[in-house]
């Protein structure tokens, strides 16, 4: 397995244990990404750590500061949170199972692969597994993740588990703190008639292949036209907000022309783009000549 994995330890059930494995199971390298430049010498700026009395310093020399009062902090190595060691830093223990309705979608957050270490924990692991898929539960442990103990729900997928990461409950907003203030609106309901209608002609099966990042594309189609000189302008027509006067005949224009259309409109073709004059390229300025190393102090 190519993957480096995000947490290595002990899936425990009472007195079962087996070492796993833990992989993140998204990936976000396909997404484009950007660096800063300076414009004038066309070079790319480097995020030099600086301390204001001193000037620049190395990164490893570094350590985590807790502010406990203005300009006041208390210091961390890497040898003080290796002190902090909880059972959930190397253990992820099972405490209880719960039906998957139980759990508020709000409070689902990142999904990770658990596999078994090689070796003797393949039995142990393959027993809890099993166990879990006849059960139909899922289960509830908690485990040291990123430098903070995170609550985990564990559900069985094939040969493997998937783990998620769930939210604490101070992360969760309260709902009513936004939808308390939506007016109190009685649809017609001739209107929610046509409105049932035209999601009973969209209804599909979830395919996750049809979905794609079109802002993504958009990005990578400017970069093309900007390598070639152009200047890779996207349009698209701003939204407008619904004519109240005229909801019902949108809503029937809508049922009618869902109907026609046979389900999902095909994406709209991008207009081409307009040739801008071809221009030289600007000459690269030399790089400025580096400054002496400041020594450092004794």
Not at 127 to 155: F, H, Y
Not at 160 to 165: E, I, L, Q
Not at 220 to 241: C, I, L
Request: aromatic share 6%; charged share 35%.
């Amino acid at each position: 397995m190519a993957a480096r994995p995000t947490w290595q330890g002990h899936l425990k059930l009472s007195l079962v244990t087996c070492p796993v494995a833990m992989y993140t199971a998204t990936s976000s390298r396909s997404h484009v990404s950007f660096h800063l430049i300076n414009p004038e010498t066309n070079n790319r700026i480097r995020m030099v750590p600086t301390d204001p009395d001193t000037g620049p310093v190395e990164r490893s020399d570094l350590v985590k500061g807790y502010e406990v009062s203005k300009d006041e902090y208390v210091l961390f190595d890497d040898e003080d949170f290796d002190k902090v060691r909880l059972e959930s830093t190397r253990t992820l223990s099972i405490d209880e199972f719960v039906d998957v309705e139980d759990i508020d979608r709000l409070y689902w957050d990142d999904p990770f692969y658990i596999v078994p270490e090689k070796g003797v924990g393949t039995d142990a692991f393959a027993v809890i597994r099993e166990a879990m898929r006849s059960a139909g539960k899922v289960a509830l442990g908690c485990l040291v993740l990123r430098g903070r103990e995170r609550q985990i729900a564990l559900e069985v997928r094939g040969k493997g588990m998937v783990a998620y990461s769930l939210r604490a409950h101070e992360e969760v907003r309260d709902a009513a703190d936004f939808f308390d203030d939506i007016p109190d609106v009685e649809a017609d309901p001739d209107m929610v008639d046509i409105a049932e209608r035209l999601i009973a002609q969209k209804e599909a099966g979830f395919d996750p292949t049809q979905f794609r990042d079109r802002y993504d594309e958009a990005l990578r189609e400017m970069v093309k036209a900007k390598q070639k000189g152009g200047k890779g302008v996207v349009e698209a027509p701003d939204p407008q907000d619904t004519n109240v006067i005229d909801l019902m005949a949108a809503l029937r224009n809508s049922l009618k022309g869902s109907a026609s259309g046979g389900g999902r409109k095909a994406p709209a073709k991008k207009a081409a783009p307009k040739k801008a004059a071809a221009r030289k390229p600007a000459a690269k300025k030399a790089p400025a000549k580096k400054a002496p190393a400041r020594k450092k102090a004794a």
